[in-house]
């Protein structure tokens, strides 16, 4: 009786869910490509729309690098390829805004927020957990589209007449408040407000999402503490958003009523062209409390589903146990909880109390720990492993090493009394970017070396790869490192020119570096996509389990079916880090191969 | 086949869905379903939204160095003429408010009998309250509206003595800068209004799930877990509503 009523709960269950992996639905292109409920094709929409943004995003990067490096030069063939931003050959002041605004949101959102967790939870959550699917394949589908119109809309806003936003990522008030105050505060800003509050709506429903799949859904034997990395670390950043992103709301739904009612949230003695405006009582530190308060827990939305990554690839190809499994974990924990305490660590120079400088300079340094303990997990992980040197591998490390750089110089900006030099200089520029940009590229680009075989059932291009991984990597390096310097002689960020300052001429030649180098990388970027879709169709075909790795994802076929399983779900017996164990034949051991003997006596020990 | 399922049904009748993937596989943490999970992470991250919302309020109104006494802007009541009843209507808000969450906690027990009629005779009931609110918040809204009360201006300034006076711009004329501190409209419209939202939402939601209980939907399901969710959401709106209470009549 008791045997038959959860046999008859499963089936019902697995139809109902369409998940059952025997049966064979008609499928349309539509259904099966575009509007699918099936996570790992979920996974791959958020990929491809994620490079398509990244390049994007990175094209704008080459134009106002462009601008930057040789200021006094005109660039007709840009004219003629990008029209309205351009006059006699050279980008308008007000365009370089707008593409820095939109390349820093494209890149932090859309591509390393929305595009990297939207791929590997929906890959990997349901199958390294070992479950059909998410728990609600339709919110999961709802949170691509939301993503998808509100990408629609930021994309619009960069052909409107006025322009795009071009208040910085940060859209700090009172520029962004005041459509007055730079045509890209017009329409461009309200269109900026607009596809934010629907992309908040896309992280919601897919964190709702992730946390539930992964509380819910794990199968027999996977206890917490037998989960992955990866998917830790995917946890807490869906937990990460789903408390974070509201307050951004929350500050855009005052900035949009500042703007449209006529509020005072932000605004407060402002004089347009001699003439006071009936604005009083508001505050723009406000508003950078209610932005910040996302905005440094969104670093590490962007960083930690890279750290579960690299964690999970280091020990694969290094054959090794991950050093520090639970250390791994609180860690995560740790910087998630720290992570909501630091954000003021923004605002040291907007005319904060000193005191409360200090409160914040104290919660920054202590994050650096957590941070540390993981680099040393990592270190200690592949040290005298037995080496695989893949794709996946070399980005893992390349991801270390970006950390450690731009890591190093948080902990200088951490200090207040440093940052009264350093803020808003070009040394800020390189931090964020070499710890949180690049090392977060590196984590994706490790991360699609290494799954791709079981996204496509294909084999990427190893040759290809490692000039990627070389041209990149160099590359990064050339163009973040010497703005260090730039910094820390007080270059200032965001600036058009520094051609009105005679102390910055000796920059001239670094900034032509920089740019070319950036340049390279950006085209270097091409021999990735190629390869991707080449693979796609054309690459060596898989095996079963290409890197002889313990996850679950591994035992899931190929081709890749609905419902990830013929028959029933494996069943997990251990952790999954068995690697190189002493006395056993391979060097690996799958999650679900049952204990031996020996190991059960073991445990009980 | 049919049997089977007929022992299925009879099986999971009165009990909650499995909290597992189905398929025999672990247990969440706190064992419950991931319906339930997804709306108590929902109703946090919605606490925040919130909390950001008051927090702007205490700063923006610290930030002041007088702001008008509720006592002297929240003293009307629908049918009263010019009577002055401090606190009263939204004393009366609050109760109702409060009482119809009663009511859906009603709905949330009879669920769990599989009383189908229960259910939807309470639901009916909370429904009619989180309505009333709503009609209440409309009363409230155009009476300071009327007075002059707008986002982006405040008629109730400081007059002698620190006392709230109100500037009646009927007779007073309207002066191109606000009287009072701008910032209190702009919060109360803001936040009431987002709160608002929010019940309203909610009474859309209990209305569906009344309808789907008449249609029998959760009774053939096997649970009313649904009722059980709506209510989550139902009692946050609610205490939510406690603290903007707190934060714009009694401080
Ligand atoms: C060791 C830990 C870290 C410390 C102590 C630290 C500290 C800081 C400080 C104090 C600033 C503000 C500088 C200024 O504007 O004057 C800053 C900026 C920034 N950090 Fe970090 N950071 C750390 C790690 C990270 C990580 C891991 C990421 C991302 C993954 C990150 C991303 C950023 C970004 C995006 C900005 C600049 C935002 C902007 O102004 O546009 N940081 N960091
Ligand atoms: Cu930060």
Redesign the interface.
Same mark, same amino acid.
């Given at each position: 009786?008791e045997t %038959? #009523?959860?046999v008859?709960?499963?089936h019902? #269950?697995?139809t109902a869910h369409g998940h059952d992996g025997g049966h064979h639905h008609t499928e349309t292109f539509i259904s099966k490509y575009i509007f699918s409920l099936d996570h790992k094709t979920i996974g791959k929409q958020f990929l491809i729309t994620g490079m398509i943004w990244a390049v994007i995003g990175g094209l704008f990067s080459v134009l106002f690098r462009i601008q930057l490096g040789w200021p006094d030069e005109t660039f007709p063939f840009l004219e003629r390829m990008f029209g309205a931003w351009y006059t006699d050959g050279k980008l308008n002041p007000e365009a370089y805004y707008s593409l820095i605004t939109m390349h820093g949101t494209i890149m932090v959102f859309f591509v390393l927020t929305a595009s990297l967790s939207g791929t590997f939870a929906n890959v990997l959550i349901p199958l390294q957990i =070992?479950? /059909?699917d998410m728990?609600?394949p339709l919110m999961n589908a709802l949170s691509y589209w939301f993503f998808v119109i509100s990408g629609i809309i930021m994309f619009a806003s960069i052909f409107l007449p006025t322009g795009a936003a071009s208040a910085g990522w940060t859209i700090y008030p009172p520029l962004s408040a005041l459509p007055q105050t730079s045509p890209g505060s017009g329409d461009g800003m309200s269109l900026w407000l607009l596809a934010m509050v629907l992309f908040v709506v896309s992280t %919601?429903l897919g &964190?709702?999402?992730y $946390?539930?799949?992964i509380?819910?859904? /794990?199968?027999? &034997?996977?206890? %917490?503490f037998k989960m992955p990395l990866t998917v830790w670390a995917l946890f807490f950043t869906a937990?990460i958003g789903?408390?974070?992103?509201? $307050?951004l $709301?929350? =500050?855009v739904? *005052?900035l949009i009523?500042d703007r449209t %009612? &006529?509020?005072?949230?932000y605004l407060s003695h402002i004089v347009i062209g001699g003439v006071p405006q009936?604005?009083? &009582? =508001?505050?723009p530190i *406000?508003f950078q #409390? *209610?932005f910040w308060?996302l905005g440094h827990p969104e670093v590490y939305i962007v960083i930690l589903p890279a750290m579960g990554m690299v964690s999970e690839i280091l020990a694969v190809h290094a054959r090794k146990p991950i050093f520090g499994y639970k250390a791994m974990i609180f860690s995560i924990l740790g910087i998630t909880i720290l992570g909501f305490i630091v954000w003021a660590h923004h605002m040291f120079m907007a005319g904060i109390n000193p005191f409360l400088g200090s409160v914040f300079t104290f919660f920054t340094l202590l994050i650096a720990i957590p941070s540390a303990v993981k680099v040393f997990n990592w270190i200690t992980t592949i040290w005298k492993g037995n080496l695989h040197i893949t794709p996946p591998f070399i980005f893992a490390v390349g991801f270390v090493s970006m950390f450690i750089s731009g890591g190093l110089t948080g902990i200088w900006l951490g200090n207040s009394t440093i940052d009264i030099q350093l803020h808003d200089t070009y040394f800020v520029v390189a931090h964020f970017h070499i710890v949180m940009g690049i090392a977060a590229f590196f984590g994706m680009f490790a991360g699609i070396y290494h799954w791709f075989p079981r996204m496509f059932g294909r084999m990427m291009n190893t040759n290809l790869a490692y000039i990627h991984f070389a041209i990149t990597f160099v590359g990064s390096y050339l163009i973040f490192w010497p703005m260090h310097f730039q910094g820390l002689a007080g270059v200032p960020r965001r600036y058009y020119t520094n051609n009105n300052f005679e102390i910055f001429a000796v920059f001239n030649g670094m900034n032509k570096v920089i740019s070319i180098a950036a340049i390279i990388v950006f085209f270097a970027q091409f021999l990735f996509l190629v390869n991707f879709f080449w693979s796609i169709f054309k690459g060596k075909k898989s095996t079963q389990n290409p890197w002889n790795a313990n996850t679950l994802e591994w035992t899931s076929p190929v081709e890749g079916i609905h419902g990830n399983w013929h028959g029933?779900?494996p069943e997990v017996h251990r952790w999954a880090y068995d690697y190189s164990r002493p006395g056993n034949e391979s060097d690996f051991i799958p999650q679900n191969v049952p204990l031996t003997d020996k190991e059960k006596t073991e445990a009980d020990h | 086949m049919a049997e089977v399922l007929e022992i299925k049904e009879h099986h999971t009748a009165h009990q909650l869905p499995t909290p597992d993937n189905g398929e025999g596989g672990e247990k969440s943490p706190m064992n419950i379903s991931y319906g339930k999970t997804m709306m108590w992470y929902f109703l946090l991250s919605d606490a925040f939204t919130f909390s950001a919302f008051l927090i702007a309020y205490a700063c923006l109104r610290l930030g002041h160095k007088w702001w008008p006494n509720p006592n002297d802007v929240f003293n009307a009541m629908p049918f009263m003429g010019h009577h002055k009843i401090p606190m009263g209507f939204v004393s009366i808000m609050t109760f109702i408010l409060i009482m119809s969450s009663v009511f859906v906690v009603r709905a949330v027990q009879e669920g769990h009998r599989m009383n189908k009629n229960g259910v939807m005779y309470w639901m009916f009931w909370g429904i009619l309250g989180g309505a009333a609110f709503l009609g209440c918040q409309a009363w409230e809204w155009q009476h300071l509206l009327a007075e002059g009360m707008r986002p982006f201006y405040n008629v109730f300034y400081e007059g002698k003595d620190g006392l709230t006076t109100l500037w009646n711009i009927h007779e007073q004329g309207k002066p191109m800068f606000s009287p009072g501190p701008v910032a209190f409209g702009a919060l109360f419209f803001g936040i009431t209004g987002f709160h608002g939202f929010h019940v309203f939402t909610g009474v859309c939601l209990n209305i569906w799930g009344f309808f789907a209980t008449a249609n029998g939907t959760f009774e053939k399901r096997g649970h009313y877990e649904m009722i059980e969710k709506l209510g989550l959401y139902w009692h946050f709106v609610d205490l939510v509503w406690v603290f903007v209470f707190l934060a714009f009549y009694l401080m």
């Open positions: 009786m %038959l #009523h959860t008859t709960e499963q019902a #269950h697995t =070992g479950a /059909r728990a609600s %919601l &964190g709702l999402n $946390v539930s799949t509380l819910n859904m /794990r199968t027999k &034997g996977m206890s %917490l937990i789903i408390l974070s992103f509201p $307050v $709301v929350s =500050g739904v *005052l009523f %009612l &006529g509020t005072s949230f009936p604005y009083a &009582g =508001g505050s *406000l #409390h *209610l308060f029933d779900i | -």
